[in-house]
């Protein structure tokens, strides 16, 4: 079997356990249990959670690290920083998923006639079974990421979404079929997705390139001719995991600390429905939360000083900007636009659906275009991993 098959059957088996495990019920849940409605049950699977507290701990420490001194030495001093980060990751991730599987948990049972056997002994193992329900995803998206093909964490995240979207067409067709949704708006609908995906593709390939040129240098014996190349910089350095992941919660995180402190108050609740999908209020927080995530996390992954040493330690200039200050100055222009440029389109793609729906163009299922961002962008890197791979393979053949 070729090293690109391998790991090939090794990420389909890996989201094949993760599609299993997502049918595997929570012990201590009563037989009519069954009588609630499908989507609520698949919510009480031992995978309810999915891989969000882990992926949010990530971003809280990546976050942390931008403003952090000390946090980001650490993440650069080699594997036995990095490790340590992952350590804290897994720790906070014990206590978010702690924080949510104990809600959760509490709630189920305030569910008359759902529980067999309310009590603590519930709570206990409904909390355990939820946390190492994310502890072993997180153990299978590693598992994918080094021994498989692609992103492990995106891989799990996106077949979360796609195996929403049969049911989602057949719910809008059922629809429209009883006359409750136009079919010219489902043809909206389905020209925007299209339109969706092919403005992601094209953005999430957009480049801009600043021309390096290297002088000629010796190595040992051996003599580097002078030769010109590229710095290349993505539209969107930020991504699509962190924007589209962190806005929510950066919103809906202190109303939940505060209810959860206060309880649910007059003041609560009116802030909640003001922060429902498709209110202004949302849509006006959302997008200015989306713009400086992006670009607070474009800072962190793309630094025009390190940019810059790391040009001057192998000999590189930019034609016509002096290295040193100028050279810094210079990249941090051209990443600042690269990065309003990003930024925007991560707050259109996501609020796209939500705009409609204010518009009064409610489009008959729930899809948005965080998600569709996610997969597509998955995808993508899908596509250059596998490509990567068979080259790799082709060329081995050859030797």
């Excluded at 600043?210 to 993505?234: D, E, H, N, W």
């Excluded at 163009?361 to 996610?374: D, E, M, N, W």
Aim: charged share 10%; glycine share 10%; aromatic share 6%.
């Amino acid at each position: 079997m070729s090293e690109l098959a391998r790991r090939i059957a090794i990420t389909i088996g890996a989201l094949l356990i993760f599609r299993l495990g997502c049918y595997v019920p929570i012990a201590g849940l009563s037989p009519q249990a069954s009588v609630i409605h499908s989507s609520a049950i698949a919510r009480l699977s031992i995978f309810s959670l999915s891989i969000i507290p882990y992926l949010t701990a990530a971003i809280i420490i990546q976050l942390v690290s931008v403003v952090w001194g000390r946090l980001s030495a650490l993440e650069r001093s080699g594997e036995a920083g990095r490790r340590s980060i992952m350590g804290y990751t897994l720790i906070l991730t014990l206590l978010l998923g702690a924080f949510q599987a104990f809600g959760i948990a509490s709630a189920l049972q305030d569910i008359r006639g759902l529980v067999v056997e309310p009590g603590a002994w519930f709570l206990t193992a409904t909390t355990a079974t939820l946390v190492g329900g994310v502890f072993f995803l997180v153990w299978l998206s590693e598992l994918i990421t080094r021994h498989g093909v692609g992103n492990g964490l995106a891989l799990i995240l996106s077949v979360g979404i796609v195996v929403l979207l049969p049911s989602e067409v057949a719910g809008a067709l059922e629809l429209a079929r009883q006359g409750a949704v136009s079919s010219n708006l489902l043809l909206f609908g389905a020209v925007l997705w299209i339109a969706l995906v092919v403005l992601i593709v094209l953005v999430e390939g957009a480049r801009r390139n600043v021309p390096v040129q290297y002088a000629a240098r010796q190595v040992g014996k051996r003599v580097f001719a002078p030769r010109s190349s590229v710095l290349s910089i993505k539209l969107n350095s930020a991504g699509f995991l962190v924007p589209t992941t962190v806005a929510p919660w950066i919103l809906y995180l202190p109303l939940a600390l505060a209810t959860s402190v206060i309880g649910q108050t007059p003041r609560l609740a009116a802030a909640y429905a003001h922060l429902q999908f498709g209110q202004p209020v949302h849509i006006v927080l959302v997008s200015i939360a989306v713009f400086v995530v992006a670009f607070i996390y474009t800072a962190r992954v793309l630094d025009p000083e390190q940019s810059a040493e790391a040009l001057h330690k192998i000999g590189g200039t930019i034609p016509g900007i002096a290295p040193g200050e100028a050279t810094v100055d210079h990249l941090d222009r051209i990443a600042s636009l690269t990065t309003v440029v990003g930024a925007v389109y991560l707050v259109a793609v996501s609020l796209i659906p939500e705009v409609l729906v204010l518009g009064g163009t409610a489009l008959p299922y729930k899809i948005g275009g965080g998600s569709v961002l996610i997969v597509v962008c998955t995808i993508l890197d899908l596509k250059n991993q596998v490509r990567g791979l068979s080259r790799a393979g082709r060329g081995g053949e050859r030797i």
